[in-house]
């Protein structure tokens, strides 16, 4: 399947001038608001200044696979952090936004892959402790996040260009996750563990795409970026026809795994998106598609009503 996957990048990527430079698989941009931490008391503001970078060299610098990746094929990602609090030295809480997006072909849009806000962004660091990550071992919270998202991000883009073509990366993030979960017999640090009432961490996130439910979800995705954005300057309606398919198993699927974090974040990523894919369908479409989007994201009720003018 990898080999597949890089086959399709190959083809995907071919309008690009090819490079013989080989590079790492992300290319992630990193932002660090540490504003509400000024008038804490245990702000360290060199070590903060430190902190941007390290996280993005972490991202950007290791490799995460056996592909060769040329320059221009690097999967574009934000992780957006937020730190709201810091208790003690080299200790931080925050929240983080992570954005993966991959363009549509023959175009200069870029197409959202998942927009997920982890609410639990908290570990220690110190300036100058160096990061070291072995898939077999918990390293220390920053770290574990770090790889975790990292394996999200692959999957979501294999995803997008072959068939369940991030299975392999969903199995390291699960395995990433039991090690969390693991290190401490009293339960592990939030945003890990299944109990409670936060259902949109990454211990569900993870196990919402590893999943059989939600396999022909993911097999929807591949079809709506393959088969409907890829082509659709080709054929709309047959691309639109994509479209109309995935929401009617998004519905189905949403009975059977209510409450879905990949579900949620999946039109947190695709509602504008899916309103302006729509508008030119047939009235019946639209009609159908307002009642399917107006359920499952009830926060974008009015967006999706203009699909009803």
């Not at 399917?292 to 926060?299: K, N, V």
Request: aromatic share 12%; with cysteine; charged share 20%.
């Amino acid at each position: 399947m990898k080999g597949l996957k890089r086959v399709i990048r190959l083809i995907f990527f071919s309008c690009i001038p090819l490079f013989s430079v080989r590079s790492q698989e992300l290319n992630c941009v990193v932002t660090l608001n540490y504003n509400q931490l000024f008038t804490q008391q245990n702000t360290d503001n060199a070590s903060l200044n430190q902190l941007k970078n390290v996280i993005t060299d972490f991202m950007n610098a290791r490799r995460w696979t056996n592909d060769n990746f040329n320059p221009e094929e690097r999967i574009n990602c934000k992780l957006n952090i937020n730190l709201i609090r810091s208790p003690a030295q080299g200790v931080y809480e925050g929240t983080a936004q992570l954005i993966v997006s991959r363009p549509v072909y023959g175009t200069n849009y870029e197409t959202i892959l998942l927009n997920f806000i982890d609410r639990n962004f908290n570990f220690n660091y110190l300036p100058n402790n160096p990061m070291y990550y072995n898939e077999n071992t918990y390293s220390d919270e920053l770290t574990q996040m770090l790889a975790f998202y990292a394996y999200i991000i692959l999957a979501v883009d294999y995803d997008s260009f072959s068939k369940y073509g991030g299975n392999n990366f969903l199995q390291r993030a699960q395995q990433v996750t039991n090690l969390a979960l693991g290190v401490n017999p009293g339960g592990a640090p939030a945003g890990w563990y299944a109990t409670g009432n936060d259902r949109r961490n990454r211990f569900w996130l993870v196990d919402n795409l590893n999943n059989q439910l939600m396999l022909p979800v993911r097999e929807g995705v591949y079809n709506y970026h393959r088969l409907a954005l890829d082509t659709f300057n080709e054929n709309p309606t047959a691309a639109r026809t994509q479209v109309m398919n995935l929401l009617t198993t998004l519905q189905q699927t949403n009975r059977e795994l209510p409450g879905s974090v990949y579900i949620n974040s999946f039109f947190d990523a695709k509602g504008e998106e899916l309103n302006k894919i729509l508008m030119e369908a047939s009235k019946e479409d639209r009609q159908k598609a307002f009642a399917i989007l107006s359920q499952l994201d009830p926060s974008k009720t009015e967006l999706y009503r203009r699909l009803l003018r």
